[in-house]
């Protein structure tokens, strides 16, 4: 391995290439790079795996990042939007593509009309709203960052829900 000298390059990022072109495991650290395919916001994780023969407990294999050449294993950042990973997102965009082609053709086959993909979070919010499940739930299973969001599906089935509410006390009042 030559070892350079790099004091006059300014750029630590240009450093840091020029180091890991130098690396004598460059090949590997190329592979890494190939196998992420462009993606823009690689994450670096390091640890170790180790698989066993449950019956004997002999070591069948062992991995650690220590062993790659930046002491990381990359993986892709599997971001959807845009803005973040250009690569990543159009993996997204075909997976989105063929899910919702499946579904049209599932509806079609079914005799429903069409809806959104997206419609069916509506739905299941509005339907556990019905059966009265707290809105604190419905945005942890929906996976909403804030609890606004929930609400605004809460905003849609709460005159319903009311009637609903109204009709139960009328019926209390008929019957004591
Ligand atoms: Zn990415």
Not at 45 to 52: F, K, P, S, V
């Amino acid at each position: 391995m030559v070892t350079l000298d790099l004091h006059h390059v300014a750029s630590p990022a240009v450093r840091d290439l020029l180091h890991l072109v130098n690396h004598p495991d460059f090949d590997r650290a190329q592979q890494q790079i190939e196998h992420l395919g462009g993606c823009t916001e690689p994450v670096r994780l390091t640890g170790r795996t180790t698989t066993l023969d449950t019956t004997t407990g002999e070591v069948l294999r062992s991995y650690t990042t220590s062993d790659e050449p930046t002491g990381n294993l990359l993986t892709t950042c599997g971001n959807r939007r845009a803005s973040r990973c250009p690569a990543c997102s159009r993996l997204y965009a075909a997976d989105t593509y063929h899910l919702i082609r499946t579904f049209t053709t599932i509806l079609r086959r079914a005799g429903l009309r069409r809806i959104r993909f997206h419609d069916l979070r509506h739905s299941t919010a509005t339907l556990l709203l019905e059966q009265g499940v707290e809105l604190v739930v419905i945005k942890e299973l929906l996976g909403h960052a804030h609890i606004g969001v929930t609400a605004t599906v809460y905003a849609h089935v709460r005159l319903r829900l009311q009637r609903d509410a109204i009709d139960s006390l009328g019926r209390a009042l008929d019957h004591p």
